[in-house]
């Protein structure tokens, strides 16, 4: 059973539009999220992260929003730009208890932006 | 700065044939690594981490093996490759306390 979904493999988005990328999970012990981009061939790259105790986190064009209750977050990317096209991975944490350090991973979501 | 390498980049095996993934880190101490291996349509899936020198945990079985001989090496491995070993093969480090865990290049392993 998958606790961290990304039920949309794929999402096309106009340059300088909005990128919208969702992800939820199952697992009531998640408590720190996290979002990598990865394009082929190469290893995944760390974009951003969020607490469970924040719902926003702001990074240059990058945002993360998260919601509890639905056990839901989103990546926003703003504005969109060519180079931004890759796949992104949803990652979670559990940070208490043995093997704290592990990440569970979605399945990603390859983004095209579109020039 | 903490770098990690991860070789070969690609390799083709034949089914059968043993396999050696070598992944070792630099610039830092007593990371955690990780062994993930991404397969089509399955998004990462973690094999193995590793908290220190011989310690060595499995995520799922399989027909895979790892170790760690040295702090900061971590190399994975079979004694005869199945067709369903390929894909793409990723070792990652993170802090001991921390969560963020940085990847290397990864190895594309196609058995054939």
């Known amino acids: 059973d998958q606790q961290v979904k990304q039920n949309s493999p794929s999402l096309s988005v106009q340059e300088g539009r909005i990128s919208i990328l969702n992800c939820d999970y199952t697992n009531s012990m998640f408590d720190y999220f996290l979002w990598y981009k990865k394009y082929p061939a190469e290893g995944p790259t760390f974009l951003i992260s969020i607490s469970s105790i924040k719902d926003k986190n702001e990074d240059g064009r990058f945002t993360v929003f998260l919601n509890k209750s639905a056990k839901h977050l989103s990546l926003h990317i703003v504005p969109s730009q060519p180079g931004d096209s890759a796949v992104y991975f949803c990652?979670?944490?559990?940070?208490?208890?043995?093997?704290?350090?592990?990440?569970?991973f979605g399945k990603g979501t390859k983004l095209s932006v579109i020039p | 700065s903490q770098t990690i390498h991860q070789w070969p980049a690609t390799l083709v095996q034949p089914v059968g044939s043993p396999l050696s993934l070598e992944c070792t880190v630099e610039g830092t101490s007593n990371p955690n690594l990780y062994w993930y291996r991404q397969a089509a349509g399955r998004g990462l899936q973690l094999l193995f981490y590793?908290?220190?020198?011989?310690?060595i945990s499995s995520e799922v079985p399989q027909n895979l093996s790892a170790s760690r001989p040295q702090d900061r090496q971590f190399i994975l491995s079979s004694k005869k490759l199945l067709l369903s070993d390929s894909g793409f093969y990723l070792c990652?480090?993170?802090?001991?306390?921390?969560?963020?865990?940085?990847f290397g290049q990864g190895t594309r392993l196609t058995v054939v």
């Open positions: 590793s908290v220190g020198i011989g310690q």
């Open positions: 990652a480090w993170s802090l001991a306390k921390n969560t963020e865990a940085f």
């Open positions: 990652a979670a944490s559990a940070r208490s208890g043995a093997g704290s350090y592990q990440l569970t």
